[in-house]
């Protein structure tokens, strides 16, 4: 017997939360607008013949919250059930999901979260196919997407019918400390002149001296919005960018963090190549990933950044869905399970 058409959702119910609510002006994405988004993203995956969603179970409830509000007249038709799993209550909760899901072959994994989360997701799920949706502070990775077309895209991808060129292999980061792997970012790596990890979160610029870039567009939020200003890098091109900055000047204006312009100083900025890296300095020093800090460098650490394509499978949701169209894929009712 065939194994069931599989979707994974992770709902990080801490994303939109972090201290640059205090210093800035991120949106509080609450628990119960998430709670609506997914319902919305289960109707549409039941809508497109998905028969099996599988989720990360959460303090909060997300997904359970979500079934439990649907109208009678609404009603699955689909198995939804957690994963098995232990949390932590911690990022790494994100993280196991992922490899959960990637384990049981779901065919795409929808997120929920920031930068951070699907950093975290990136790092445990394999080839699976990610269609991220905004809720979190620095959102360059994850799209603004109403949660019915998430859902329908998702469905797609996981029913074959989007097309191969509706996914993506995204860039990513690789941070090594003295020649081993210690983390990853799928959009940006800062070197902060600073030992102390403090707050994870990062919206100051004094202490920052070096920045390494996936990508980077005048539309971005964090320290992407800076390299959108001197060389725009897309999530397609072939190429990175790392960019020296001089905390004594102050020649440019970057959205680090929402509602927070600040000025920003660069000595210089060039392309990476696909493969390239570039060394880690000055030491001791803290290394923020994708807007939070997160590894740590010691006195006499050797470090570097490494830029390649190896990052996760990321869906194009208007790409997936014009395929879908082109195939006839919403002429057959009866092939999606709708009744009319």
Known sequence: MAAPTTVGIIANPASGKDIRRLVAYGTVFDNQEKVNIVRRVLLAL?????ERVLYMPDYYGIVEKAVEGMRSQDSLRLEVAPLEMELTATQLDSSNAAAALAEVGAACIVTMGG???????????????????????????????????????????????AGEDA????????????????????????????????SRAMWEVEDMCMA??????????????LLGTLDPVTVHDPWGAAIVLDPSKRDRVAAIAPGLLLPVGTSASRRMKLGES???????????LDGEREVEFREGDRGEIRLDRDGPNVVVPDR???NAVAGGFFSRPDVLGIHL
């Open 46 to 50: 039941s809508g497109t013949g998905v």
């Open 212 to 225: 390494v870039l996936t990508r980077g567009e005048p539309h971005n939020i964090g320290i992407a919005s």
């Open 320 to 322: 997936a869905l014009r």
């Open 278 to 288: 570039v060394e880690i300095a000055p030491v001791p020093c803290i290394v923020a």
């Open 167 to 198: 996914v993506y292999r995204a860039k990513r980061l690789t941070v090594f400390r003295n020649g081993i792997p210690a983390d990853i970012a799928l959009i940006d790596a800062v070197v902060l002149d600073n030992p102390f990890v403090a």
């Open 115 to 161: 930068d951070g989360t699907n950093r975290m997701v990136a790092k445990s799920c394999g080839d699976v196919p990610l269609l991220p949706i905004s809720t979190g502070t620095n959102n360059v990775f994850p799209l603004f997407l109403e949660g019915t077309i998430a859902g329908i895209a998702a469905g797609v991808v996981a029913r074959g019918c």
